[in-house]
């Protein structure tokens, strides 16, 4: 799921794959779609998730191996698409600062905002937390008070693209954890002096992590929940949960798949459609308090969703 793929969900995205299906040795549900202009055969499997990955060893394990070969590069953690990595990292500061108390109504809140977008050289090289405490006490999306700037856990971190960009210029501290050991002690020098406000790096899956209990702020996962099963993902972000502060937030942003599980046998991932995310983030206990679709990435990809959660 991580991988993009230029041409088939381009077709996805127009026009649904028919409904005959067989089931195949594997489990999934073999269906042949025609699509808007072009013809093509796909996988998508209409039952769980956990039903993908039958082998749950060779599932995590295909995985690392995966990514263990991919450069420590901003394009190997977006499959050759490091040229969305600016609009990905600026919808994701829109998002978070409606939570972070930056989102104020009226024109200075406005520009305030612009200011971290159009301005951002300028603030990270400030190299502290932006906290608009000045401006008072204001309320997030779902009307609970705003978000802390202490500390964020950056998930599936890969070399830390969104610790760097988005996370590090916000918070006082940031944890990275990741599977890949190669990426994390990339992170180190791609990170320069801001490393040194990186509280840990974490080496361990997401299915084996447990998050300190109530030591952060913000707890972001994007692109790496098709690397879970729906078990672990849901476990996951029950320690999630109790790894948050007061008015701390948990945000995955990932591919949504256009109907039913979509597995990729090259990364060894799974992408899920967003009623069946919605479906397991409820299964943890948690409350979806915002959501929206990332716009502006290319026609041809997957769509992207960012959930804050609760
Ligand atoms: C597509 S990259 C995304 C990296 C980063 N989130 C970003 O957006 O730049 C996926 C990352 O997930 C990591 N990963 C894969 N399986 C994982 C697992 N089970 N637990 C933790 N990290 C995993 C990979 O090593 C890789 O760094």
Redesign the pocket.
Known sequence: M??FRPVIHTGLSSCPPSSTGTRSETGFIILTGCFTGTSCDLTVSLIEMGDVAQDETSF?SN??G???D?SPT?D????GYGRI?NI?INGSKLFLHKFLGSWLLGTEGRLWVSSVLYQEKTLESQNRPLSPDSWGQVMSPDGDGKTGTGCAL?????????SKRLLLPLFSTVDL????QE?LDRAKTYLEEDSKRVGHYFC??????VPERGRYDVI?????IG??TDA?LVEFLRRCQGALRPNGLILI?DNMSYEGVVPDEV???VCRELPMVRGLVSRAGLRIVHEEQQLDFPKEIYQVHTLALR
């Open positions: 991580i991988r995590y995985a690392e995966y990514w263990r991919v901003v190997g953690m977006l499959g990595s990905d950056d998930c599936g971190a890969g070399i830390g693209r969104i954890v990741d599977v890949t990426f361990s899956g997401l299915q084996d992590f972001w996962i994007q692109w790496v690397h879970l672990h942003k990364d060894s991932s």
